[in-house]
């Protein structure tokens, strides 16, 4: 399964397959019907204490996965339904975060890809 991340300020393209908002709270200044997500998953999105501690800080990074994959596995079921959902079209997680490198979605993509690796 291909799986990418896409952040909520770039327009969709046909190749994105199935579009999911990762984030908590919706992305600034963006309309629904500009963003063109099929879903919006706020409760696999990092607990907003995490958010707040992670601040983006690359330095973090390693650390916030950890954490964020702990609140992940508590989310397991949903997981497997949203790959399911995906099905051979794809999965794009959309974020609003300015850092491409270090977001929730990036982090997410690393699970999810373990996930599929372990469980199939």
């Known amino acids: ?20 908002l990762v984030d908590r709270v919706w992305p600034r200044g963006i309309t629904r019907e500009s963003l063109q997500v099929d879903a919006w998953l706020k409760d696999l999105a990092p607990s907003t204490a995490l958010r707040k501690w992670f601040a983006h800080e690359p330095e973090k990074w390693k650390a916030f996965k950890q954490r964020y994959f702990t609140e992940l596995d508590e989310h397991a079921e949903e997981i497997r339904k949203l790959v399911h959902s995906a099905g051979a079209g794809g999965l794009t997680l959309v974020y609003a ?19 599929i690796a372990v469980h199939g």
Not at 101 to 107: L, M, P, S, V
């Open 1 to 20: 399964m291909k799986i990418q991340i896409k952040r909520a300020y770039e327009p969709p393209s046909p190749g994105d397959g199935y579009r999911v």
């Open 97 to 115: 975060a300015r850092n491409e490198k270090f977001n929730n979605a990036a982090a997410m993509k690393k699970y999810i890809e373990r996930m």
